[in-house]
C-alpha cells in the first residue's frame, strides 16, 4: 500500500496524537474497571475467539481487550495486541507482566496497513478503534485479508454522543471549565454515530455476513467515586497537566454537579449506546 505526502502527514500527526496521550492512558488503566470493560465479552464472542486460537486485536491501547482475550485462547493460543504507537503499548506490557500472561504479542501496527499474511488469523477484535483510520476502507480490507477465510471480525464503534451520558457530561464540564471552545462536533470517536455507517464500510470491503448491533445499557455507578477521572486525564492530558491542585479540585466539583441530573441516591445512573458490527471473512 502507498500513501501519497498528505496522508503521509496526516497519519504522522495521529502517531503524535496518540503518543502524546499514552503516559495518561497507562497511568489511569488500573484504576478499577474502565467503562469499555464490559463489552469485552460480547466482543469476544462476536468474533468466535475460543481456547487455541490465534487471534489479534487491533488499537489494544493500554491492554484491552487483548489482556482479557488472552485469558479466554488459553496456553495454546496466541492473542496479537497491536496499536499505532509504541508508547501506548508499553502499557499493556506492564500490565500483561503483572498478570503472568505469556501468551501476548506486541505489535506497532497501523490498521491501514497490518503487517501480517494474508490468512494468518482465526478472529480479529477491535474495542472503540475503528473510528480513528483516516481511511476505514483501508482499515476494512486490511482486518479481512488477515483473516482465515470463514473467521470472523468483530468492531465495536460508539453510537451517538448525547447517548453516551459520560462522554458527553464530563466534555461539556471540562470544556467550560478550560475556557475551550464548546466545539458541538461529536469528532471522529462518534464518526460512526448513525446506523449502518460501519456496515456499508464491511461490506464493500468484502466481508459477508455483516450484522450490526445496537447495545444500549443504563449502568449504575456509585456516586461516591471519581470513576470519571481517567476520562478527563485521557481526555485532557495536556490541559490538565498545566492545572494547579486547587484548579483540579475546582474542575471536579464542576463535573460533579454536571453530573447531579443523573444521580439516583447512593448510584448514577449513565446510559452507554455502542455498536457491534461483525463480518465473515
Known amino acids: 500500500m502507498t500513501v501519497d505526502a498528505d496522508e503521509d502527514e496526516a497519519r504522522a500527526a495521529q502517531r503524535a496524537h496518540w503518543a502524546g496521550r499514552a503516559a495518561a492512558w497507562n497511568r489511569t488503566a488500573d484504576e478499577g474497571v474502565n467503562q469499555a470493560d464490559p463489552y469485552n465479552a460480547r466482543l469476544m464472542d462476536a468474533a468466535g475467539v475460543k481456547a487455541g486460537q490465534t487471534v489479534v486485536d487491533l488499537a489494544s491501547g493500554a491492554g484491552e481487550p487483548a489482556l482479557t482475550m488472552a485469558g479466554r485462547v488459553g496456553a495454546r493460543g496466541i492473542v496479537f495486541a497491536t496499536d499505532l504507537v509504541p508508547e501506548m ?56 485479508r488477515v483473516l482465515k477465510p470463514g473467521c470472523r471480525a468483530a468492531f465495536l464503534v460508539w453510537g451517538p454522543l448525547e447517548e453516551n451520558v459520560l462522554f458527553d457530561v464530563t466534555r461539556r464540564a471540562t470544556r467550560r471549565f478550560l475556557g475551550l471552545d464548546p466545539d458541538e462536533t461529536p469528532g471522529k470517536r462518534h464518526r460512526f454515530a448513525e446506523a449502518g455507517g460501519v456496515v456499508e464500510v464491511l461490506r464493500a470491503a468484502g466481508f459477508a455476513e455483516v450484522t450490526e448491533t445496537d447495545l444500549v445499557d443504563d449502568n449504575e455507578t456509585p456516586a461516591d467515586t471519581r ?32 453530573l447531579e441530573p443523573y444521580r439516583d441516591g447512593a448510584l448514577y445512573r449513565l446510559r452507554t449506546f455502542a455498536r457491534l458490527c461483525v463480518g465473515t471473512a
Open 89 to 144: 503499548l508499553g502499557g499493556a506490557r506492564r500490565r500483561a507482566t503483572q498478570a503472568r500472561l505469556a501468551n501476548v504479542r506486541y505489535v506497532i501496527a497501523d490498521m491501514h496497513d497490518l503487517p501480517y499474511r494474508d490468512g494468518s488469523f482465526d478472529a480479529l477484535t477491535c474495542r472503540f478503534g475503528f473510528m480513528f483510520p483516516d481511511d476505514s476502507q483501508a482499515a476494512a480490507s486490511a482486518a479481512r
Open 227 to 258: 470513576f470519571w477521572r481517567a476520562r478527563l486525564e485521557r481526555s485532557y492530558a495536556k490541559e490538565m497537566a498545566a492545572l494547579t491542585a486547587e484548579a483540579r479540585q475546582r474542575l471536579e466539583a464542576s463535573v460533579v454537579e454536571a
